[in-house]
C-alpha cells in the first residue's frame, strides 16, 4: 500500500523560506514521477511543480519559477520542495503526490496516491 505523508509547513512573514518533504513508502520509490500540487481556499488545485522518476528532468508551474525548487533523494525515499522568497498568495494546502509511471505531468488526474496535504500561510 502506497502512502505519502508530508511535512515541513508552518506561518511564515512573506520573503521567508520553508522546505517541504514527503516521505514515499509502499514500492520502489525511483520508478515513478512525483509531483507538489497545492490547493487554497476556494480554488481547484493546482500544479506547483514535479520531477522525473530519476531526478532528471523538473517542471514549475510559472508562478513558481525561480522561486521554488523540486528535488528527491531516492535513497531515503523523500520529495522535496523548497520555497524561498514566499509571498501571502503561496498560501494553500501543499500536497504531494506520486504517479504509477515516469514521466512528469502537470494534470493532477495523472496522479495515484496523495499524501493529506501539509498547510502553508505566508502573512503579508
Known amino acids: 500500500q502506497v502512502q505519502l505523508v508530508e511535512s515541513g509547513g508552518g506561518l511564515v512573514q512573506a520573503g521567508a523560506s520553508l522546505r517541504l518533504s514527503c516521505a514515499g513508502s509502499?514500492?520502489?520509490?525511483?520508478?515513478?514521477?512525483m509531483g507538489w500540487f497545492r490547493q487554497a481556499p476556494g480554488k481547484e488545485r493546482e500544479f506547483v511543480a514535479s520531477?522525473?522518476?530519476?531526478?532528471?528532468?523538473?517542471r514549475y508551474e510559472d508562478s513558481v519559477k525561480g522561486r521554488f525548487t523540486i528535488s528527491r533523494d531516492n535513497a531515503k525515499n523523500t520529495l522535496y520542495l523548497q520555497m524561498n522568497n514566499l509571498k501571502p498568495e503561496d498560501t494553500a494546502v501543499y500536497f504531494c503526490?506520486?504517479?504509477?509511471?515516469?514521466?512528469?505531468?502537470?494534470?493532477?488526474?495523472?496522479?495515484?496516491?496523495w499524501g493529506p496535504g501539509t498547510q502553508v500561510s505566508v502573512s503579508s
Open positions: 503526490a506520486q504517479r504509477s509511471g515516469y514521466l512528469i505531468r502537470s494534470d493532477p488526474k495523472e496522479y495515484d496516491y
Open positions: 509502499g514500492r520502489t520509490f525511483s520508478q515513478f514521477a
Open positions: 520531477i522525473r522518476g530519476s531526478g532528471g528532468e523538473t
